[in-house]
T-cell receptor, first 114, second 112 residues
Framework: QQQVKQSPQSLIVQKGGISIINCAYENTAFDYFPWYQQFPGKGPALLIAIRPDVSEKKEGRFTISFNKSAKQFSLHIMDSQPGDSATYFCAASSLDTGGFKTIFGAGTRLFVKA | DTGVSQNPRHKITKRGQNVTFRCDPISEHNRLYWYRQTLGQGPEFLTYFQNEAQLEKSRLLSDRFSAERPKGSFSTLEIQRTEQGDSAMYLC??????????FGPGTRLTVL
């Protein structure tokens, strides 16, 4: 019940295309859903996050779509660029119980072809 | 650089040796987290400090692992009697609020 399942494992997108990464969770106590971007040799960096009281959040080229009833959320990267090539992790935590135990998905390696 | 720093960045050790890693969080952050990340996987939560108090430990943190955060500033993670299965990236993160965690670059441990 603590798992966050992420797909696909890897993704190749043409420059200018849309990258879509999906995640699903089971624990209905989760109430905070961040996405992290990780480049080789670096720690993860917070990209964008959403709480379940909204269905969509957009920041620049990055959009989170959230479906509370399906317990699914996704990251859309519009106009994907080669510099977006990285590993992306979805995650979930419960702020009501402290929020410190963040559960991460297994990651999606994105490669944007120039 | 005012981000989270971790030292050393790389550590190679022989099985059975003890190792210690250090994390220096962002200065005003009172919350500090340790994670372990293996190849091809997301970070796995190990432990959490609020100021100097260790409030949560994962089942992953066996009795060979110990973490401290004296005076609520930097933190150390020690692994005793290392095993090959301990080989991983050890990540530290800090935050001032529960949700916005800032990660360091990690310490890559290789146990031979």
């Amino acid at each position: 019940q603590q798992q966050v399942k992420q797909s696909p494992q890897s993704l190749i997108v043409q420059k200018g295309g849309i990258s879509i990464i999906n995640c699903a969770y089971e624990n209905t106590a989760f109430d905070y859903f961040p996405w992290y971007q990780q480049f080789p040799g670096k720690g993860p960096a917070l990209l964008i996050a959403i709480r379940p009281d909204v269905s969509e959040k957009k920041e620049g080229r990055f959009t989170i779509s959230f479906n509370k009833s399906a317990k699914q959320f996704s990251l859309h990267i519009m106009d994907s660029q080669p510099g977006d090539s990285a590993t992306y992790f979805c995650a979930a935590s419960s702020l009501d119980t402290g929020g410190f135990k963040t559960i991460f998905g297994a990651g999606t390696r994105l490669f944007v072809k120039a | 650089d005012t981000g989270v720093s971790q030292n050393p960045r790389h550590k190679i050790t022989k099985r059975g040796q003890n190792v210690t890693f250090r994390c220096d969080p962002i200065s005003e952050h009172n919350r500090l987290y340790w994670y372990r990340q293996t190849l091809g996987q997301g970070p796995e939560f190990l432990t959490y400090f609020q100021n100097e108090a260790q409030l949560e430990k994962s089942r992953l943190l066996s009795d060979r692992f110990s973490a401290e955060r004296p005076k609520g500033s930097f933190s150390t993670l020690e692994i005793q009697r290392t095993e090959q299965g301990d080989s991983a990236m050890y990540l530290c993160a800090s935050s001032v609020r529960e949700n916005e965690q800032f990660f360091g670059p990690g310490t890559r441990l290789t146990v031979l």
